[in-house]
């Protein structure tokens, strides 16, 4: 199976990525987990990218905040897909790090999760894997039916115990 490289701006993103590391883990997807810097370590950030596809990952995930050159600049030296999560700062709660993240220049693709999306971030590299490895697509499915369930149990018991039409 492909594995995913999960790479950070700072060690400080690590509170919101872990969501997406524990989300591949509940998956069995192998992943590792870096701190390269788009401004402070850019050499570093585009050798790991440029090595990415031979040193057998399927996708890159790429959290930062503020100005959030980290996603587009992995993905200027890698063909995978990169998945960008948008960190939020204090300043401007996220929509910095958003829009630094989603507006990329035509041909050069970062799929983008909301502001602290990392279990989504997470969920879509297994979405990505799942197209050549049934298994997680099995998965997937699984969890998605799991949660339909819940939702229609909760549904029942608040619908049975609130409502007073018959």
């Known amino acids: 199976m492909k594995k995913v490289g999960i790479i950070m701006g700072s060690d400080s993103d690590f509170p919101v990525v872990e969501k997406a590391v524990n989300t591949l883990k ?3 997807v192998p992943c590792s987990v870096h701190v390269y810097s788009a401004h402070r370590t850019p050499l570093e950030a ?3 990218a440029k090595n990415a596809r031979k040193d057998g990952y399927g996708v890159l995930i790429c ?3 503020m100005a959030a050159h980290l996603a587009g600049a992995i993905a200027a030296n890698t063909t995978l897909p990169v998945i960008g999560i948008p960190i939020k700062a204090k300043a401007l709660e996220g929509m910095d790090a958003l829009l630094s993240t ?5 041909g050069m693709p970062v799929a ?3 502001i602290d999306g990392a279990q989504n971030a997470g969920l879509l590299a297994v979405e990505i894997l799942s197209v050549t490895e049934e298994g997680l697509a099995e998965k997937l499915q699984a969890a998605r ?5 819940d939702i229609l149990a909760k549904d029942q018991a608040l619908s ?3 409502s007073t039409i018959e």
Do not use: H, I, L
């Open 26 to 28: 509940e998956y069995g």
């Open 46 to 48: 585009g050798e790991f």
């Open 63 to 65: 959290a930062a905040g």
């Open 102 to 106: 989603v507006m990329m220049p035509p």
């Open 112 to 114: 983008t999760v909301g």
């Open 145 to 149: 039916d799991k949660k339909k369930a």
């Open 160 to 162: 049975a115990q609130y």
